[in-house]
């Protein structure tokens, strides 16, 4: 069985900074692509960040120049560094994996990890 395992949300002050981990077992995604979304309450998951096997990467407009998204193959890793955090930024972010023959600006993953809040307070 494929677990995708979020940790490293929490509450942060407007300006901050948070770094998320997604550790993922059962299947290697060396050769796959790794992603983050999250969702609001009220909201839409939304898209946030992915990398694929090569270090390419694409983010949302509204995460450019805060947020990094990296992976270490090595230990079946994906994480994301948010820095100067907003109260907008306020969601249950996901982690996300899928195999290879994606396009990395399609937004459809087979795995799903269980969320991690994330509050920014004002």
């Known amino acids: 069985q494929v677990h995708l395992v979020e940790s490293g949300g929490g509450l942060v002050q407007a300006g901050g900074s948070l770094r998320l981990s997604c550790a993922a077992s059962?299947?290697?995604?060396?050769?796959?692509?790794m992603g983050w979304f999250r969702q609001a309450p009220g909201k839409e998951r939304e898209f946030v960040a992915v990398?694929?096997?090569?270090?390419?990467?694409n983010y949302a407009d509204s995460v450019k120049g805060r947020f990094t998204i990296s992976r270490d193959n090595a230990k079946n890793s994906v994480y994301l560094q948010m820095n100067s955090l907003k109260p907008e930024d306020t969601a249950v972010y996901y982690c996300?994996?899928?195999?290879?023959?994606?396009?990395?600006?399609?937004?459809?993953?087979?795995?799903w990890g269980q969320g991690t809040q994330v509050t920014v307070a004002s």
């Open positions: 996300a994996a899928r195999g290879t023959g994606w396009s990395i600006r399609s937004t459809r993953y087979e795995y």
């Open positions: 059962g299947r290697t995604f060396s050769n796959g692509d």
């Open positions: 990398i694929n096997r090569i270090s390419i990467t």
